[in-house]
């Protein structure tokens, strides 16, 4: 399921959702359930993102000569900067119609359904077949989250409590696999 013809590109995954980790179960603090018990969890996701971003990211940047899938100038970077770009157009227009209609409850659930479905694309783009199954596990968590009756916690939470997981242990596989693999600096 990973690739390891890429290893920068592997620890690079950990990298960014590390952070996305992080993003995640800061934002899930937006409505959580009334016990801190839930809040301390969001915490300890947060801080193990915050963590395995900050490793991640000093083997990549150590190591930034490796072979990566992509290149600038060629035209898997091409796709990837159209896919990234597409995302963030889509998702900021279609969250900004949802908040005007008095939906931005499902701002959330919207953002990590786009975030998901880019992983599909990116998933060809940087031969990383792990990303085709983070793709379908955030789709499922959009889903569920849109899908869930609004009530006293936030669609958010939901996101986040269910996301941030998932971005942390592809995360973690793909950084723990890659960096054994990375050429000695």
Request: a positive charge; glycine letters at 12%.
């Amino acid at each position: 399921m990973l690739d390891t013809a890429h290893p920068r590109d592997l620890v690079m995954v950990g990298a960014v959702f590390g952070l996305a980790t992080f993003i995640w179960s800061g934002w899930a603090q937006e409505g959580p359930p009334r016990p801190v018990l839930w809040r301390v969890l969001l915490g300890v996701l947060g801080a193990g993102g915050l963590a395995l971003a900050g490793w991640s990211a000093t083997q990549a940047v150590r190591h930034w000569s490796g072979s990566s899938a992509i290149q600038p100038g060629s035209r898997a970077f091409t796709v990837y900067l159209v896919v990234f770009w597409a995302e963030v157009l889509v998702a900021g227009v279609a969250g900004v119609l949802l908040a005007r209609r008095g939906r931005g409850d499902l701002v959330a659930p919207l953002v990590l359904l786009v975030v998901g479905l880019h992983f599909v694309a990116l998933a060809v783009v940087f031969g990383q077949p792990v990303l085709h199954l983070t793709a379908g596990l955030l789709v499922a968590v959009a889903v569920l989250a849109a899908l869930l009756p609004p009530g006293a916690v936030a669609r958010s939470f939901w996101c986040g409590l269910l996301g941030a997981p998932v971005f942390l242990a592809v995360g973690l596989w793909c950084a723990l696999t890659g960096e054994p693999l990375l050429d000695p600096a």
